[in-house]
């Protein structure tokens, strides 16, 4: 099974605009971390948010915002006012607490966005 | 401050040869991972390292591995390449506390490998 699901292959957004990206995690792990990176099409992967299991409040990060709802075990990043620059690819990661420093990645969702 | 740095960044081999990567993790940092992507796919864990001792292997061949010098740097390396093996392969480094949930990671450029 999955641990990590983008649904969202690719988003196409008018500037200025917010959008969200959806992220859905597994893990019978009751300690985890969430990440979103961000890769812009020179292949380098670039931190954005970070949001822990035991986060009482959602993860802010200037424009960036993480919707943390653990129950439905979803981690959706918010980006507002969309800017030209924010067009890449993004992913959503997870870290379990099993001792080891693995990052599990999701597939990613493309976003573009339109002037 | 300089990031974390890869090298080569670009690199054509062919079937069955070797490669060996390398990777400069951001100062004071002393945990490197790699990571394998692949076209459309998000990144694939392959190593950790920590204090020149390996902490995490994902599911990788045995064709592929890596050591930590006493300087942080790391190399990679991948024997008898096959054509799978073309990919974007990642470092990144972490101060490699030992809370590492929150521990964030910090990534390379990465090296583009094509294996003909």
């Known amino acids: 099974a999955q641990k990590i699901t983008q649904t969202q292959p690719g988003m196409f957004v008018q500037e200025k605009e917010a959008v969200t990206l959806d992220c859905t995690y597994d893990?019978?792990?009751?300690?985890?971390?969430l990440f979103w990176y961000k890769q812009p099409s020179s292949g380098e992967m670039i931190f954005l948010i970070y949001?822990?299991?035991?986060?009482?409040q959602n993860a802010t990060e200037g424009r960036y915002s993480l919707n943390f709802q653990k129950a439905r075990k979803s981690a959706n990043l918010v980006i507002s006012a969309s800017q030209l620059g924010d067009s890449a690819m993004y992913f959503c990661?997870?870290?379990?607490?099993?001792?080891?420093?693995?990052?599990?990645f999701g597939k990613g969702t493309r976003l573009h966005i339109l002037p | 401050d300089a990031g974390v740095t890869q090298s080569p960044t670009h690199l054509i081999k062919t079937r069955g040869q070797h490669v060996t990567l390398r990777c400069s993790p951001i100062?004071?940092?002393?945990?490197v991972s790699w990571y394998q992507q692949v076209l459309g796919q998000g990144p694939q864990f392959i190593f950790q390292?920590?204090?020149?001792?390996?902490?995490g292997r994902g599911n990788f061949p045995d064709r592929f591995s890596a050591r930590q010098f006493p300087n942080y740097s790391s190399e990679l390396n991948v024997n008898a390449l096959l054509l799978g093996d073309s990919a974007l392969y990642l470092c990144?480094?972490?101060?490699?506390?030992?809370?590492?949930?929150?521990?964030?990671?910090?990534f390379g450029p990465g090296t583009r490998l094509l294996v003909l």
């Open positions: 990144a480094s972490s101060l490699g506390l030992a809370s590492l949930i929150e521990e964030t990671q910090y």
């Open positions: 893990t019978s792990d009751p300690s985890y971390g």
């Open positions: 949001q822990g299991s035991y986060d009482q």
């Open positions: 990661a997870m870290r379990e607490g099993r001792g080891d420093d693995k990052i599990i």
């Open positions: 100062s004071g940092h002393k945990s």
């Open positions: 390292y920590y204090e020149k001792e390996e902490r």
